[in-house]
């Protein structure tokens, strides 16, 4: 079966500092896989992730994938409080499947 | 751009009742999907539409649930007759479509909370 695994499941920090949420992943036929933030109602999305080792970035977050590892990191750097959200990861599986695999999600807190 | 949107945002129901969650995805977007989230576990995959043909319905629970898509606009969900285990929050989601075996993102609506008592 499908898997996806994020960890930590929480996380507080204080403001200005920087984190790294991770994903590893257990997929048959993996294609690509996907970041979102959800902080009150829909999850937005982040950054779709297909290649290993290119890294994704917009503002103070990052992400890059390792295939051979299969897994994910996102970084947020000089963290603000309009940060504190829950990160889900998603992975995209399957031979012409368009379903996505989630995680449980990390919740960050960024305390003032 | 309007993204997804889903009505209700919450909906508390008895058992043995029935509802139906409505979802009107991005304008153009041909592919529709819905997704669960019950508590304390991730978000799974219920099925997924392109236009208004069924292209995968593999995570859908049981026959209680009955998804359609008339037309290939808004998509409802109805759950008939509902149970406990049924409730949680209820995601859409669309997508633009491109070629067939690739991929392309998936843009969610705030979702319903469904609670059955």
């Known amino acids: 079966e499908d898997k996806v695994v994020q960890s930590p499941l929480s996380l507080v920090v204080h403001e200005g500092d920087t984190v790294t949420l991770n994903c590893s992943y257990e997929?048959?036929?993996?294609?690509?896989l996907l970041w979102y933030k959800q902080e009150k109602k829909a999850p937005t999305f982040l950054f779709m992730l297909?290649?290993?080792?290119i890294e994704k970035k917009s503002g103070r977050l990052s992400s890059i994938l390792d295939k051979k590892e299969l897994f994910s990191i996102l970084n947020i750097t000089a963290t603000q409080t309009g940060d504190s959200a829950i990160y889900l990861c998603?992975?995209?599986?399957?031979?012409?499947?368009?379903?996505?695999?989630f995680g449980k999600g990390t919740k960050l807190s960024v305390i003032p | 751009e309007a993204g997804v949107t889903q009505f209700p945002s919450h909906s508390v129901i008895e058992k043995g009742q029935t509802v139906t969650l409505r979802c009107d995805p991005i304008?153009?977007?041909?592919?529709l999907y819905w997704y669960r989230r019950v508590m304390g576990k991730e978000i799974k995959f219920l099925l997924h539409?392109?236009?208004?043909?069924?292209?995968?319905e593999s995570g859908m629970p049981n026959n209680r649930f009955l998804a359609e898509r008339t037309g290939g606009t808004y998509s409802t969900l109805k759950v008939q007759p509902a149970e406990l285990e049924d409730s949680g929050v209820y995601f859409c989601?669309?997508?633009?479509?491109?070629?067939?075996?690739?991929?392309?993102?998936?843009?969610f609506g705030p979702g319903t909370r469904l609670t059955v008592l």
């Open positions: 989601a669309s997508s633009q479509g491109t070629a067939w075996g690739s991929t392309d993102t998936q843009y």
């Open positions: 997929v048959t036929n993996f294609r690509s």
């Open positions: 297909t290649s290993s080792g």
């Open positions: 998603a992975a995209y599986s399957g031979a012409g499947s368009y379903q996505l695999t």
């Open positions: 304008s153009g977007h041909d592919n």
């Open positions: 539409f392109v236009k208004e043909s069924k292209q995968d």
